[in-house]
């Protein structure tokens, strides 16, 4: 509720979301997969433009570069303080992405000031865990993506999406996908790796699970 109620009030102000998630067109992709393709000629047009090029998947974080301790004050939804596992408290702040990709599109940037590189390692992989953790709703999602991977920002944060308002059925086409175990179990306190189904998905992938009651 904190989430879409802060990105509503965003929209609602008319001149923070740079592009409108409702002039996003959708539809199914006949076939298996269940997958959606969606077009928005204003999204990329009239993305933020930070400049930066990166050449690496890890890179140090440029001081004089863009991030987000400089977006204005409106684009700021609450701020959450995460409870880690060995008690140690982040506060992670929730900002509207102003090019969404649907309703309720935000970032999530743990540890603001630190001005920490767009790198996933186990703290910030825990943290995100803990975060979903905290949702009521079982369609919301964290998506990472990496330098090199579309990322456009060298500071370290999630994307958080609602499976719902992406047009998505509650969950990601690829968690759909049939899995073969290789080895460990979802058992609580436990992990497993799986090997997605091949004849059911365009690529190979692993999927690694932790296990919870």
């Keep these: 509720k904190e989430l879409l109620d802060g990105f509503k009030r965003a929209l609602n102000k008319g001149n923070i979301i740079h592009s409108s998630p409702a002039r996003i067109r959708r539809r199914r992709i006949e076939g298996l997969m269940g997958m959606l393709a969606a077009v928005s000629g204003e999204h990329f047009d009239k993305k933020r433009k930070v400049g930066d090029k990166f050449e690496r998947?890890?890179?140090s974080a440029d001081p004089h570069g863009f991030n987000f301790t400089q977006v204005?004050?409106?684009e700021k939804i609450s701020e959450i303080q995460v409870q880690m596992p060995d008690q140690q408290v982040i506060p992670t702040s929730v900002i509207v992405n102003v090019s969404p990709l649907a309703i309720g599109h935000v970032l999530l940037v743990p540890n603001i000031e630190q001005?920490?590189?767009q790198v996933l390692n186990k703290e910030m992989l825990l943290c995100g865990l803990q975060l979903l953790a905290m949702?009521?709703?079982q369609d919301f999602r964290l998506v990472f993506n990496s330098l090199r991977g579309f990322a456009s920002v060298n500071h370290?944060?999630?994307h958080g999406?609602?499976?719902d308002y992406c047009g998505l059925d509650s969950k990601f086409p690829i968690e759909r996908v049939d899995r073969s175990l290789v080895a460990g179990?979802?058992?609580e306190g436990h992990t497993c790796v799986e090997l997605l189904a091949e004849t059911q998905?365009?690529?190979r992938g692993f999927v690694l699970s932790a296990g919870c009651k």
Excluded: E, M, Q
């Design 72 to 74: 204005d004050d409106a």
């Design 156 to 158: 370290f944060h999630f």
């Design 185 to 187: 179990s979802i058992k």
């Design 57 to 59: 998947v890890v890179a």
């Design 161 to 163: 999406l609602y499976a």
């Design 135 to 137: 949702s009521l709703r």
């Design 115 to 117: 001005r920490n590189p």
């Design 201 to 203: 998905w365009h690529t």
